[in-house]
């Protein structure tokens, strides 16, 4: 069965930091770009970060650029995300997502498969 399992999430304050981490099994992990993705309560899933199978390319929401990273562990079948100088708005269930596509996308309706989501939140 293919497995991607969120962990990480957490209450953070203000400016601090957290580490996401995203393990998958049941398919071949280097052939998928993978994603993050968050939702806020009423609000559309909304796109955090991708990288490619090999880890080469990067993409990040505007609203996170500079604050977050991206990183995968093709050894590990694991995909993280680094994030720094968090912000109250920040606040929402994060996924992640799995896209056998070649190359990066945005797009909810693009990727395969998805975690059940992980809570970070951020107080003031």
């Known amino acids: 069965q293919v497995q991607l399992v969120e962990s990480g999430g957490g209450l953070v304050q203000a400016g601090g930091s957290l580490r996401l981490s995203c393990a998958a099994s049941?398919?071949?992990?280097?052939?998928?770009?993978m994603g993050w993705f968050r939702q806020a309560p009423g609000k559309e899933r909304e796109f955090v970060a991708g990288?490619?199978?090999?880890?080469?390319?990067?993409d990040y929401g505007d609203s996170v650029k500079g604050r977050f990273t991206i990183s995968r562990d093709n050894a590990k079948n694991t995909v993280y995300l680094q994030m720094n100088s968090l912000k109250p708005e920040d606040t929402a269930v994060y996924y992640c997502?799995?896209?056998?596509?070649?190359?990066?996308?945005?797009?909810?309706?693009?990727?395969?498969?998805w975690g059940r989501g992980t809570q970070v939140t951020v107080s003031a």
């Open positions: 997502a799995a896209d056998r596509a070649s190359g990066l996308n945005k797009r909810r309706e693009d990727y395969d498969y």
């Open positions: 049941g398919f071949t992990f280097t052939f998928y770009a």
């Open positions: 990288i490619s199978g090999s880890g080469s390319r990067i």
